[in-house]
């Protein structure tokens, strides 16, 4: 499996709490990305970046904002958790250059806000 | 922009069977990649196999093979002598410039 890892795997926390998705990645890939998925249905992309200190809105509007402040490190911020965001979050980083374009998956965090 | 329809919400096939997986695509570009993703249950998820447009033989990796026709825009996958880890959730996704653009995902079963 690949090494992209996300903190916590499983949440549950309460409407109103501010929470911080964690993704780290150990293969030194400057583009990182977040994805949204439903139970079952497809992904959609909500942040990417390219590198430090940048960061991009995806194609999916998403209240959650990220921070790249290191290569390795891809945070997931929501300032206000509502029940509206329960969903499960992918994390994947590429290698920037290449022409595969292959991305790598961390394991996702499934939250759930009551 | 770029779609990608995957028609088979669930599949199911017995073990040692052959499958196939359907996926269809809509762009106007020329030059693109497409990938098959598995999401195995709880796990990972990790590329199967990839398809650059500008080569025309199709990409096989083991038991895993594409017909890529893409004046049709066509992208499917087969699973041959299927086994049980092969139970997952299949995306195909649609790549430019580095951006994925993936389908509605087919729950596969394979059953003993």
């Known amino acids: 499996e690949a090494d992209i890892y996300q903190t916590p795997r499983y949440l549950v926390i309460g409407t109103g709490k501010k929470i911080t998705l964690e993704c780290s990645q150990t293969?030194?890939?400057?583009?990182m990305y977040w994805y949204q998925q439903d139970p079952g249905m497809e992904l959609h992309l909500i942040h990417y970046?390219?590198?430090?200190?940048?960061?991009e809105k995806g194609d999916l509007s998403s209240e959650s904002t990220v921070s790249r402040i290191r290569t390795e490190h891809f945070p997931l911020t929501l300032e206000s958790a509502r029940p509206s965001h329960t969903s499960q979050y992918l994390c994947?980083?590429?290698?920037?250059?290449?022409?595969?374009?292959?991305?790598?998956f961390g394991p996702g965090t499934r939250l759930t806000v009551t | 922009a770029q779609t990608v329809t995957q028609s088979q919400p669930e599949m199911s096939v017995q073990e040692a069977e052959t499958v196939t997986l359907s996926c269809t695509y809509d762009?106007?570009?020329?030059?693109?990649?497409l990938f098959w993703y598995k999401q195995p249950p709880s796990r990972q998820m990790i590329l199967v196999i990839r398809?650059?447009?500008?080569?025309?033989q199709n990409a096989t990796e083991n038991r895993f093979s594409v017909n890529f026709q893409k004046a049709a825009k066509s992208f499917s996958l087969k699973i041959s002598d299927s086994q049980l880890g092969d139970t997952a959730m299949y995306f195909c996704?649609?790549?430019?410039?580095?951006?994925?653009?993936f389908g509605q995902g087919t729950i596969l079963t394979v059953h003993p």
């Open positions: 996704a649609f790549v430019l410039y580095g951006k994925l653009t």
């Open positions: 293969m030194g890939h400057d583009k």
């Open positions: 970046s390219y590198g430090v200190n940048s960061t």
């Open positions: 762009t106007s570009e020329n030059n693109y990649y």
């Open positions: 398809q650059e447009a500008y080569k025309q």
């Open positions: 994947a980083s590429s290698e920037y250059g290449t022409f595969t374009y292959e991305q790598y």
